[in-house]
């Protein structure tokens, strides 16, 4: 995701009802605010890295993998 819009983007804005502005103005709302809430909270030391295991159902450590 860019911070600069395209072209193209201004181009689709002008197609836009006013429900569809107003959508994508809330949801980049709810994404700035979720940004805020990220950057306050403390920073992990440590941590394991690469993607959530949690989410993706397994543990890798040095190359070995649990599942839980």
Do not use: C, H, N
């Amino acid at each position: 995701m860019t911070d600069q819009p395209s072209k193209a983007d201004a181009d689709r804005e002008k197609d836009l009802t006013p429900a569809a502005s107003r959508a994508l103005a809330e949801a980049e709302a709810r994404r700035e605010a979720y940004r805020q809430k990220e950057a306050a909270l403390p920073k992990e030391i440590g941590g394991g890295g690469g993607k959530e295991p949690g989410r993706y159902g397994d543990w890798e450590v040095k190359g070995l993998a649990s599942d839980f």
